[in-house]
């Protein structure tokens, strides 16, 4: 995979289908990073998906510095996104 296509958004459909499968906890961390035909789910989708996320963040909170929200955990960015009451896992 290119560098560019991670930050290449989900389809809604692909999205929908790989939070549920997150949120149920059905996915590991090689399907994560590698893909997994069998589950349908692309590769390298946790930087897709962790891309959305963290331009939902910076599109919704503009007053946040670069330095202040790099130094955020990933917890406190998607509780601070429109993805927290969609992406239930934690």
């Known amino acids: 995979m290119e560098s560019s296509e991670s930050i290449i958004p989900l389809l809604n459909h692909t999205l929908e ?3 549920s499968e997150l ?11 590698l893909g997994n ?8 989708v946790q930087y897709r998906l962790g ?3 963290v331009s939902d963040f910076v599109k919704q909170h503009p007053e946040v510095s670069l330095k ?3 130094r955020m955990s990933s ?3 998607l509780e601070k996104s429109s993805y927290k009451d ?3 896992i934690r």
Not at 23 to 33: G, H, P
Not at 37 to 44: F, G, L, M, V, W
């Open 23 to 33: 949120n149920a906890e059905r996915l590991t961390t090689d399907d994560l990073i």
């Open 75 to 77: 917890v406190q960015i």
């Open 51 to 53: 891309y959305m996320i």
């Open 68 to 70: 202040e929200w790099s």
């Open 17 to 19: 289908h790989v939070i």
């Open 37 to 44: 035909y069998k589950k349908d789910i692309p590769a390298s």
């Open 86 to 88: 969609i992406l239930t």
